[in-house]
């Protein structure tokens, strides 16, 4: 057996530090985003939640695509400089559509577009590559070093995120004292994002011949043609292999699960894709003969796992829609004495991740070294329990609040820190957890439906924050136009016909949304949805654990 060298190896830190230059850019991005899309582009704020969804669902739909074409053409390094680059543009597109927006609205709106559009391709090509190439970097003898080696690349994820969303609201969100915003420096926040992704691009294309390398010196991720597969455990196949027949029944399946989520539930296009992808895609895997009964239970545990995770992000990717909205228009954000820019709000889950992984990390070493390591599933059940358990304190701190009261910072930073607890439960471990239960010709596969569910989170998160009570500015804004907007939710009055336009005008709704056929009235109602929807998750998750644990058999 070839000995294993203390430490890790320095292709980690070329990783780590590409990886947070590109969550730098997009996290960055994602803490200006919404508020772009509705103080300048005037794109409503249901509207751009769902925008948002969408966006951050294909995101996680395209790693698929990247996985399949680094797998079989382009191998990760070509993978992650091409996504890198893509990346890049997504950003100054944007940048382009926030310096010309006030010139020609129609054209600064189609370029967002465009832009999202890149940034998704990019995000696709890169993510599940670099993901990859952390675990190839370590020889089989030495695969016990990747629980630590992933918790180092977590926090380069969040170091990335902590200063992207320093940086970019800094000099991209301005709002003065009266509250009012300057809506032409979001630019400059792109601007810096896409340089970001620019450094990160470069220092992975300097570095990657010296540093990303095999013992022995051999490049690691470079194209297919020129692998060479010792890491392979002997007597498996290595890749799925699929009768025609299994895939024109998925194909004719995902056309029927989409137009159901289209049609029935009156999904868009996009949210019917994810979901109809996902589902298709387990499926598809499940039903193949080759698998034993040990490997389909397994496989149906990393699938339920799946399904409930998505109540997780899409509590969880509220962030960037209705609570960067609620951070804008109904806190205080007077942080020590500084008024905080409302897109900076975000910035508490990335620094308490990096203060917090170790320790975690830690700890669960010192439960596993006493037998009292939670399994899997069970951590994952106590990250969605704290989810709900930040929103519990959020709805009643919100409950008294009325139409102008504000909110004090201080709750937010506690529902980051609740959050980040959370996701330090269920999110470094979801992808060891799949890793550890796929069996090997399956493994990219179900990591694509593990994606997949995090893409489904996404863009329910689109649905639910689109679901957001008018905040106070609306109110405000109805008042100067003369009506009493309360009243009219209430349908105590009705506005004239004039202002019924002018409130179309600014984007104020005359009706309480609704979920799942009941009305949301108020912020308290809003966040108690994601106390009830990941309170049940976690609840009926805890109640499987068991079950799940012996499907697992013997995988912790
Ligand atoms: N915050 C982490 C990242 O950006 C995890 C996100 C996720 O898995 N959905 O990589």
Sequence with gaps: MTET?????????????????????????????????????????????????????????????????????????????????????????????????????????????????????????????????????????????????????????????????????????????????????????????????????VTFFLLKDKYVITPEGRAIGDLPSRNVSSDFEEGESQKANFSNTALAVAGLAFLCLGTTFHFVFGQNYIYSLIYGSGLTLAGLIISDSSLTKVERERILVIYIVSFFIIFFWAAFEQAGSSLTFIADNQTDRNFFGWNMPPSMVQIFNGLFVVILAVPFSLLWDKLRANDKEPISPAKQAMGLLLIALSYFIIAFNVKDLGTSGLLAVKWLVLLYLIQTLGELCLSPIGLSLVGKLAPKRFASLLFGVFFLSNASGYALAGTLGSILPATGEQFAKAKEIGVDLQAVLDKAVTPTAEQLTKLAESKISINYATFAGFAIHNLFEFFMVFVVLCGMASLLLFALVPTLKKMMHGVR
């Design 5 to 201: 060298k203390p430490g890790h190896p320095k292709g980690l830190y070329v990783l780590f530090a590409t990886e947070m230059w590109e969550r730098f850019n997009f996290y960055g991005m994602r803490a200006l985003l919404t508020l772009f899309i509705v103080s300048a582009l005037m794109i409503s704020k249901e509207q751009s939640s769902i925008i948002y969804g969408g966006f951050l669902g294909l995101c996680y739909l395209t790693p698929m695509l990247g996985g399949f074409v680094s797998d079989r053409f382009l191998g990760n390094r070509y993978c992650i400089m091409l996504g890198g680059t893509l990346m890049a543009i997504g950003q100054f597109t944007l940048f382009a559509s926030a310096s010309l927006f006030s010139g020609n609205l129609e054209f600064a709106r189609t370029l967002l577009y465009i832009a999202l559009g890149v940034i998704i391709l990019g995000n696709g090509f890169f993510k599940p590559n670099i993901s990859s190439m952390v675990g190839s970097l370590y020889p089989k003898q030495e695969k016990n070093k990747l629980d630590t080696a992933f918790t180092i690349f977590y926090m380069g994820i969040n170091c990335g995120a902590f200063l992207g969303q320093f940086i970019c609201p800094m000099i991209g969100d301005h709002v003065d004292a009266a509250g009012v915003r300057d809506v032409f420096v979001f630019k400059w926040g792109f601007l810096a994002a896409g340089s970001a992704m620019l450094i990160g691009t």
